[in-house]
């Protein structure tokens, strides 16, 4: 891997989060910049991605989105509907693949990164057959949703830290008929503080992707 450099842009609503990574790409692309780990905090929103039939697991109308103060933005990254905001943390890598040209390896590595954070913290999360994103059991902690462009990656995991939950009744979370969202929070019983959930993060990336060697230029 080249420096990796780490970046936080604190609270942004998605729209401008998005312009903001693909601006980057372009530049890591350009060679610009080095790869990056950003971290942010969403405004409210739920987020279609490019599954077919996203849109229908939208289930609040205008009036209650309005309310509730969510947007609503598509995206095109993969995966069905999920929902941002505050208390959620949403890691966007935005690395060069072209050394090693595999997207489905490399999602598995952000899946790791994931897990072992979690680990920190006393929660044995894993994946799930046939599902996306980490899991406790039935209970979805963790959205993934990656997408590539010129082997250079973007978007990237949300990471339920002290979100509030509620907000994801107005959608079908990522198409789930068969189990629930969680957070930190609600798992351990206790505050979590979001620095310290970040921190190990970028541990965890580290260990990850630098034990494959440089294959990132």
Request: hydrophobic share 40%; glycine share 10%.
């Amino acid at each position: 891997m080249s420096e990796l450099e780490i970046i936080d842009w604190g609270r942004t609503r998605y729209a401008e989060a998005f312009d903001q990574q693909k601006a980057r790409v372009a530049a890591r692309k350009a060679g610009r910049c080095s790869d990056a780990l950003i971290f942010t905090e969403h405004e409210p929103v739920y987020t279609m991605g490019l599954r077919q039939g996203a849109d229908q697991h939208l289930l609040w109308d205008e009036a209650m989105l309005t309310s509730q103060g969510i947007e609503v933005f598509q995206s095109n990254r993969g995966g069905d509907i999920t929902y941002h905001g505050p208390g959620q943390i949403v890691g966007y890598p935005i690395l060069s693949l072209h050394q090693r040209k595999d997207l489905h390896a490399y999602l598995r590595d952000l899946e790791e990164v994931v897990i072992r954070t979690l680990a920190c913290f006393g929660l044995a999360a894993a994946r799930r057959e046939g599902k996306t994103g980490i899991w406790l059991e039935s209970r979805k902690i963790c959205a993934i949703g990656v997408a590539v462009k010129s082997w250079i990656t973007y978007h990237g995991f949300a990471l339920n830290v002290n979100p509030q939950l509620d907000h994801f009744s107005g959608i079908v979370p990522c198409g789930i008929t068969d189990g629930t969202v969680t957070s930190l929070t609600s798992e351990l019983g206790r505050e979590v503080e979001t620095a310290d959930v970040k921190a190990a993060l970028v541990v965890e990336f580290r260990k990850v992707f630098l034990k494959l060697g440089p294959i990132y230029d």
